[in-house]
């Protein structure tokens, strides 16, 4: 093909779905910035130590590599049935090439034409695009002005739109927002359709706030999500996993690819999972660091919302846009996320987080 049949060729002279018409690829912008804040990755690298092992342990799974992997990746799922106690066991989870693909496979087996997907707004910014690749209409519910939801009017909202899959983002991106366990119970109740939670950033907070695994009991409609991307550090990887009824898998089971698990992503997440105490070991500095961030925030004239996770929204920035360029301008990539008045910080090391706190002070852009 010529330079010019490439030019003469757009996306609108191809057969697409008429629903993708007109739609941007999503994705946080990359940039090889020296302080990259923006898309809540935990900045530390996996420790030596573990990543030796992890080597050796693909090195062996290499070996195998011209037979296709275990398809129900069962090492992998008695290892998270581990991690994740509760009485939990690995017929109750369930992985994938991290927790997007898991949310997309929930919302291939319960979502689709026809059909709606509902979270409180605002939420992670992927929820309406997975329902959208599936087909469904996205719903949104209101949170009240500090991104709170109350466990009855949580149920009111959730009755009213009766979706067929709920998504609750707990703590959630991008506000950090805790949601009690009893929201959860609440809306779980009020929906006929099936209630995901997705305890991404669930490490991070308090280790005495209960996690809605303990909720899954007696309640097969109910699933909960996680990821090894943030506490983990294990973002390149791509490992995302949930717990649910055996029944529930089963449905995942009907839309997932065969071998969708490479033995390679397989083998690493085992090992990293053997050494979880080690891999998790950066969670209270980053839980420190976050501290910091809110801290500093506040003294320097802006207001940062409650965060159970290793972010941190702020609101009072007088030109959000105008902010996050001049970060970009001194080398601290962090996050627009469209909230008016708002952005949106992960927290890194020490030293980054001292980058990026010394750049904003040095810009002065509280409202
Ligand atoms: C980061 C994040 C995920 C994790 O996505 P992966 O596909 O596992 O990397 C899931 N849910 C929320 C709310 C997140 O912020």
């Given amino acids: 093909m010529t330079d010019t049949d490439r030019a003469a060729v757009s996306l609108d002279d191809l057969p697409l779905r008429d629903d993708l018409r007109g739609l941007q690829p999503?994705?946080?912008?990359?940039?090889?910035?020296?302080?990259?804040?923006?898309?809540?990755?935990?900045?530390?690298?996996?420790?030596?130590?573990?990543?030796?092992?992890?080597?050796?342990?693909?090195?062996?799974?290499?070996?195998?590599?011209?037979?296709?992997?275990?398809?129900?990746?069962?090492?992998?799922?008695?290892?998270?049935?581990?991690?994740?106690?509760?009485?939990?066991?690995?017929?109750n989870m369930w992985a994938g090439n991290g927790s997007?693909?898991?949310?997309?496979?929930?919302?291939?087996?319960?979502?689709?034409?026809?059909?709606?997907?509902?979270?409180?707004?605002?939420?992670?910014?992927m929820y309406p695009l997975l329902a959208q690749g599936t087909g469904a209409?996205?719903?949104?519910g209101e949170r009240q002005p500090d991104y709170t939801i109350t466990a009855e009017d949580a149920a009111a909202q959730v009755a009213a739109a009766d979706p067929d899959v709920v998504l609750l983002?707990?703590?959630?991106?991008?506000?950090?927002?805790?949601?009690?366990?009893?929201?959860?119970?609440?809306?779980?109740?009020?929906?006929?359709?099936?209630v995901v939670v997705d305890e991404a950033y669930q490490e991070f907070a308090p280790r005495e706030a209960p996690s809605a695994l303990s909720l899954l009991e007696?309640?097969?409609?109910?699933?909960?999500?996680?990821?090894m991307s943030k506490a983990f550090a294990f973002a390149g990887a791509r490992v995302g996993y949930l717990a649910a009824d055996p029944v529930f898998i089963d449905?995942?089971?009907?839309?997932?690819?065969?071998?969708?698990?490479?033995?390679?992503?397989?083998?690493?997440?085992?090992?990293?999972?053997?050494?979880?105490?080690?891999?998790?070991?950066?969670v209270d500095e980053i839980v420190g660091?976050?501290?910091?961030?809110?801290?500093?925030?506040?003294?320097?004239?802006?207001?940062?919302?409650?965060?159970?996770?290793?972010?941190?929204?702020?609101?009072?920035?007088?030109?959000?846009?105008?902010?996050?360029r001049a970060l970009y301008e001194r080398g601290v990539l962090i996050r627009d996320v469209g909230i008016p008045g708002h952005l949106r910080v992960t927290a890194g090391t020490e030293a980054e987080t001292t980058a990026f706190l010394d750049a904003l002070a040095s810009i002065g852009s509280a409202s």
């Fill in 26 to 91: 999503y994705g946080a912008p990359q940039a090889p910035l020296p302080v990259a804040l923006n898309v809540n990755e935990n900045t530390h690298p996996v420790p030596d130590a573990v990543a030796d092992e992890i080597l050796d342990d693909i090195a062996v799974a290499l070996q195998q590599v011209n037979r296709y992997p275990d398809r129900e990746f069962t090492t992998l799922r008695a290892s998270f049935a581990e991690y994740l106690g509760h009485g939990l066991d690995a017929q």
């Fill in 100 to 125: 997007n693909e898991v949310l997309q496979h929930i919302l291939q087996a319960f979502a689709g034409p026809g059909r709606t997907v509902f979270g409180f707004a605002p939420t992670y910014s």
């Fill in 137 to 140: 209409r996205w719903a949104a």
């Fill in 169 to 194: 983002c707990t703590p959630n991106n991008p506000t950090g927002t805790p949601l009690g366990i009893d929201v959860v119970e609440a809306v779980y109740e009020a929906a006929r359709g099936v």
């Fill in 218 to 227: 007696g309640r097969p409609r109910l699933a909960v999500s996680r990821t």
């Fill in 251 to 282: 449905a995942l089971r009907l839309v997932r690819l065969p071998y969708h698990l490479s033995g390679l992503t397989q083998a690493a997440a085992v090992a990293a999972l053997r050494n979880a105490p080690t891999m998790l070991a950066m």
């Fill in 289 to 324: 660091q976050r501290e910091r961030i809110s801290a500093t925030l506040e003294a320097l004239g802006y207001a940062p919302h409650e965060s159970w996770t290793n972010f941190v929204l702020f609101g009072g920035v007088s030109d959000p846009a105008a902010t996050w």
